[in-house]
């Protein structure tokens, strides 16, 4: 794994003091609760502790937002889906009623 981290503590700090100035600006001071945000604390805190730990939690985040992506696509191809169907069968009817209604008039002239 790594030996030293890819970020020196002044540019996390410099980071971290510019994320705050952009989101005090955009007024976007509480966008998750505090007990939220203390926990993701600790997790980084317990990542930072264990370099090892990294790639094994990567790999689960990873997996995660895949599983979540494929969830995704399949709820939008079943809402699709649902949207075509219901589509479709408007035109039928559609179509069925407006064929009965020509049928029927046909009949009318027929019998003149």
Do not use: C
């Not at 952009?22 to 203390?38: A, G, L, N, S």
């Not at 696509?73 to 407006?98: H, K, M, N, Q, W």
């Amino acid at each position: 794994m790594r030996d030293e981290p890819v970020l020196t503590q002044n540019e996390i700090d410099a980071i971290a003091q510019r994320v705050a100035a952009v989101m005090t600006d955009k007024r976007h001071r509480q966008w998750i609760d505090p007990e939220t945000h203390y926990q993701h604390h600790r997790l980084m805190q317990k990542l930072a502790d264990n370099a090892e730990a990294n790639d094994e939690v990567m790999a689960y985040v990873r997996e995660k937002m895949e599983t979540e992506r494929m969830k995704r696509e399949r709820l939008e191809r079943i809402r699709d889906r649902a949207t075509g169907g219901v589509l479709v069968g408007f035109i039928l009817s559609l179509l069925g009623y407006i064929g009965n209604h020509a049928v029927q008039w046909m009949q009318k002239l027929l019998e003149r």
